[in-house]
């Protein structure tokens, strides 16, 4: 496991030097020189690894490796974040040295690291850790693996992920709302039936920079059908305030009591903004409100649901809003947007899309998959097939159910790709899901061919597939490689039925 994360680290900081051009070079050079000592210490990790369950020395001294990686990760990220925002990737390089200091000191931050670094070398040696690494001495070979393996191109995602499209009345609104000098906090909840964008909306908001700059402390829960209120209650205390060892480590001795007491007593001087995804039982709110102090400084509060009862609910002077189904023109601009290839959409393309996205009544779930089945059946032909069949199963109200565009999308896919599409049926609901992790358990269930290419390589390829399908959502990237998705509910209802039908869950 450290190994596996150790890796990660090494990849991520590899990758960051190839995309940092314009990196000072001292900066690089530190960032440089770290890299490769985890590499070294990758080597001794095996060792450590086997004698930490007689040796609490040792099992620290892995502990203390992971999170130096794990910090490494966070500092890379924290600085593409702060240098990404609001700019091209291409004007964010070239402001980064400037804004440096600013943004912040990525160099100070290493600096501890080596310390850290160089403490964990001299403990080795004292723990007697040698190097047993099965590929020790295989040193070239496995360095230009390696090499082969950061300069491995990263970019299978694109902006797609991001794209917000339409609703700008509603977003003016909700951010006057979330914005008003009322220093009560209070509530702003956002209701609608399932893939009518209350998460994305919420997301959008939440990312917002006038947003940004006004709630210093932000944190996301995300709730769902079945819920568990002490883990809802430590994510938000981990987001606040971090995951260092001692908080991990004071979370479980918790009870559900003192973790409330403990959030409560962590927000009571800040504004915060807190966004509650997916709430389903009015209790669910209820429960996680005590430790929501009012601490009349213009909190707030974002709850998206599909119930209009635990909208209406959720606070007595809050503010509930309906949310609205895209308009044509916006339901349009949302299929063309998400269509692979916009330039081969010839005038009978675009005359057939165009009846299926309108019978698709503004929802935009329905309007992204749609885009993401045609992206891959080419010609008027292949268009036609699609709209025949879903006008077979067209409702009486005229519009086309919305799991017929799901089940379409899902039989159009490779035998292979239906599979690994399956297996996100087995994890919970709204679960986010580290894109590392679905790729090993593709490849421990042996969904993937072992070829030319890497395994890892063709795994990333069948998710990015289907995050184009827009059957997979993308919740993280780094550097524009998907780190963290999840599939969205409906989706996940249509993998376990088919997956129970085809008796593969
Ligand atoms: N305004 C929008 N612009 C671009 N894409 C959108 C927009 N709204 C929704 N989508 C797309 O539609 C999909 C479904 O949206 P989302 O998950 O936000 O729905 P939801 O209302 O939260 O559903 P649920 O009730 O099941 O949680 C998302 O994958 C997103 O890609
Ligand atoms: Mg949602």
């Known amino acids: 496991m450290a190994d596996a994360f150790l890796s990660f680290a090494v990849q991520k900081l590899g990758d960051f030097l190839i ?25 001794f990790l095996k060792d450590a690894e086997q004698k930490q369950y007689g040796d609490n020395r040792v099992q620290q001294w892995v502990f203390e490796i992971n999170s130096i990686a794990n910090d490494a990760v966070a500092i890379l990220e924290t600085y593409s974040f702060e240098a990404g925002k609001g700019a091209s990737r291409v004007k964010a390089c070239a402001c980064i040295c400037r804004k440096e200091k600013k943004f912040y000191n990525v160099s100070k931050e290493i600096q501890s690291l080596k310390q850290q670094i160089m403490d964990i070398s001299r403990k080795r040696e004292t723990y007697g850790i040698t190097n047993i690494n099965s590929n020790a001495g295989e040193g070239p070979s496995n360095q230009s693996a390696m090499v082969r393996t950061l300069r491995r191109t990263t970019s299978y995602v694109d902006d797609q992920d991001y794209i917000f499209v339409g609703l700008q009345d509603v977003v003016q609104a909700l951010l006057a709302q979330l914005l008003k000098a009322e220093p009560r906090r209070s509530v702003v909840s956002i209701y609608g039936m399932g893939g009518l964008g209350k998460t994305t909306l919420a997301r959008n908001l939440y990312r917002s920079p006038n947003m940004v700059s006004s709630f210093p402390t932000r944190a996301w829960i995300c709730v769902s059908q079945e819920y568990n209120t002490m883990d809802l209650l430590k994510t938000t ?25 403990h959030l409560h007593d962590l927000l009571k001087e800040r504004k915060y903004l807190v966004v509650v995804d997916d709430v389903w039982q009015r209790e669910a709110w209820e429960s996680l409100k005590r430790a929501f102090p009012d601490g009349k400084n213009g909190s707030r509060v974002i709850i998206t649901t599909r119930k209009e009862d635990v909208a209406e609910r959720a606070d007595d002077r809050g503010f509930g809003h309906e949310l609205r189904f895209l308009s044509q023109e916006e339901s349009w601009d949302l299929f063309c947007r998400k269509l692979l290839d916009v330039g081969a959409m010839v005038p009978e393309m675009e005359s057939l899309a165009k009846d299926m996205v309108e019978k698709c009544r503004g929802l935009p779930l329905a309007i992204v998959v749609l885009s993401g089945l045609l992206s891959h059946r080419g010609g008027v032909d292949k268009w036609q097939e699609v709209k025949d069949h879903l006008w077979k199963n067209i409702m009486k109200d005229k519009s086309i159910e919305i799991s017929c565009i799901l089940s379409l999308s899902y039989n159009d896919l490779s035998t292979v790709l239906k ?10 609901e709204d679960q986010v899901l580290k894109a590392e992790n679905i790729i090993r ?13 890497r395994m890892e390589d063709v795994a990333e390829g069948f998710l990015n597939e289907l995050i184009r399908r827009s059957l997979v959502q993308v919740v993280d990237t780094f550097w524009e490689k998907v780190t963290d998705c999840r599939v969205h509910d ?8 088919k997956g129970i ?4 869950l």
């Open 501 to 504: 039908g085809g008796k593969l």
């Open 419 to 428: 599979q690994c599409f399956l297996y996100f049926g087995i994890f919970p």
């Open 441 to 453: 358990l593709w490849m421990a269930e042996g969904f993937v061919p072992n070829g030319d290419e």
């Open 237 to 261: 205390i981990k987001s606040i305030q971090g995951r260092t060892k001692e908080t991990l480590q004071l979370l479980e001795t918790m009870t559900e009591g003192d973790l409330e007491f």
């Open 19 to 43: 995309q940092q051009i314009s990196l000072r070079k001292n900066l690089r050079k530190e960032i440089e020189w770290l890299r490769n000592e985890l590499l070294f210490i990758q080597s």
């Open 490 to 497: 409906l989706l996940r209802d249509l993998a376990i039925k």
